[in-house]
Structure formats: C-alpha cells, structure tokens
C-alpha cells in the first residue's frame, strides 16, 4: 500500500513539473530579440528641398536720356518701341542761334588769323630793318639812338605777335565751345537699344537736365537675389541654375552664376548673387519677373 501511495506522488510531481516548463516557453519567445536583418535597414534621409527665388529681369545698358542744353525740342526722329543703333538721332533741339553764334566766332577766328600773318609779315619787315640797323651802326653811319629805336620796334612786334596769337587761340576755344554746344543740341542713342518711353514732344521747351528718352539693352538679361550668409560657399561662378518667369510659362531657360558678391551684408546677414540667362533669351524682356531655382543648397 505503501509503495502505491508512493508512485502516485512521483507522477503528480512530474506532471507539475511538465506544466511549468509550458508555461514558462511564451515569456522566454517574447523576450527573443527582432531579426537581425530587419534591425539593420537604414531609415532613408529626407531630401533637401529646393529654394525658390524671384525678380526683375534687369540689363546692364539701360539709362534715361536727359537734354544737355536748354532748348526747344524741333523733332523727334524716333519713337517708343523701335530699335535703334549706337549714335541714332533721336531727336533735334532748335539750334538757330548756336549756329548763328558758331559762324560768328569762326568769322573773327579767319579775322584774328589774318591779323596774326600781317603782324608776322611786319615782324619780318622790323626784324631785316634791325639788321641792317646794327650794320650802320658799326660802320658809325647811324647814331646809337637810331640803332635803339629800330631795336625796340623790332621787338614790339614780336611781342604784339604773341597777344594776336594768344586772342586767336582764345577765338579757337570759343569756337571749340559752340561747336560742342551744337552737338549738344542732337540727341543720339548711347548703344544699341530699344528706345522704352519718350517724355517729351515737338516744339516742347525743355531744360538742361530734363529727361527724353529712355532706352534700354534687350540683353544679355540678368536676376539679382539674396541669400543666407549661411549658403555664401555653396554659390560660386559659373554655375548653372534654371530660370522661369511665369509671363511666358512655356520657356524654360538656364541661367549662369556671374557674380557672387564678397561680402556680406550686415544689416540684413545676405550675400548678393547675380545670376545671367544663357543663349537666347525667348520671350523674355527687362522688367518682366523671373524665378531661379536652387537644389541642394540646405
């Protein structure tokens, strides 16, 4: 009886033991480690987004026209929107008394000139008269006194050479400054452009100063922007960067990095980048606003 109690405890302990083997199994699987390989995926880095910037589409040639000379305006020899060549007339001030005023002073210039070869010629006449002064005077024909005079009227008329001579050059500038004043009364264009606006009319009196025209390059077009300091070395020349301009969204056009300003500017912490449209520019004009965007830059 003994031996039967005892067996039945065996198998009881045996059976526990097997139930908290079982149970023990889940906890030791949920506290396993994730795949290895699946531990390892690296997590993608996030691309930089583009930066955006915008403006004016500018030229370098591109400047009013003011009158250098008060008039009044005779013709105009162009108008808005027509392209001219360097030194076009662009229009006339009325130049009647410049003109009449310059062949007055080359009437006395021929004057002074003539004034200037007779007193040359007298000069001559003085001079030979003083030579043959000082050989009388050694041959004792002649008094000292007589020698003296044909001595000083000799150089009297050089020194009266020298004052025509410098009231002729005096008549040259005066001429010289009506010439200049005449030019001043035809307007030309400076370069190769495309005259923008005009200010002023036919038989419109105007004054040194005001303005005529205005006249622009067509290219080549430029962009300026600012940046972040934190992206001066990340800009440098000769870089090639796309350009649009939402007036003529079917264009796409590249533009090229041709100035990176060497400093920054403190009051606002940017650096100045001047960007230039390469080949042909389209549909493209000065004044018409344009974006250039750049990548990879943050």
């Known amino acids: 009886m003994v031996h039967g109690n005892f067996a039945a405890v065996l198998v009881l302990a045996i059976t526990l033991l097997g139930a908290g083997c079982r149970e023990s199994t889940p906890g030791v699987a949920s506290a396993a480690p994730a795949d290895p390989a699946a531990a390892q995926v690296p997590t993608p880095a996030l691309k930089a987004e583009p930066i955006v910037v915008s403006g004016p589409l500018v030229v370098e040639h591109e400047v009013d026209i003011d009158a ?8 105009i020899a162009v108008e808005p929107g027509q392209r001219v060549r360097a030194g076009t007339l662009l229009a006339e001030l009325d130049d009647r008394q410049i003109t009449a005023n310059l062949e007055a002073a080359r009437a006395r210039t021929r004057s002074i000139e003539a004034d ?49 001579k410098e009231l ?26 495309l005259v923008a606006r005009r200010y002023v009319r036919a038989g419109q009196q105007v004054a040194k100063g005001d303005r005529l025209f ?38 796409k056009h590249t533009a090229k990095v041709i100035e990176v300003s060497p400093v920054v500017d403190p009051a606002s912490g940017t650096v100045e980048i001047l960007v230039e449209v390469v080949g042909a520019s389209g549909q493209l004009r000065p004044g018409m606003t344009a974006s250039v965007r750049l990548d990879n830059l943050q």
């Open 68 to 75: 250098q000379h008060d008039g009044i305006v005779a013709s």
């Open 116 to 164: 200037l070869k007779n007193w040359e010629a007298e000069a001559k006449v003085m001079q030979s008269d003083y030579a043959r002064a000082q050989k009388m005077w050694d041959a004792e024909i002649i008094t000292k006194e007589q020698l003296e005079h044909a001595k000083f009227k000799a150089e009297s008329e050089t020194w009266d050479i020298l004052r025509v």
């Open 168 to 193: 002729l050059n005096d008549a040259h500038q005066t001429e010289r400054s009506l010439e200049l004043d005449l030019e001043k009364t035809r307007i030309s264009a400076p370069f190769d452009s």
């Open 214 to 251: 205005w006249v622009t390059a067509e290219a080549p077009l430029r962009l300026r922007f600012t940046l972040p300091e934190k992206f001066l070395g990340r800009m440098h020349k000769g870089q090639q960067v796309p350009l649009a301009s939402p007036d003529v969204p079917e264009e």
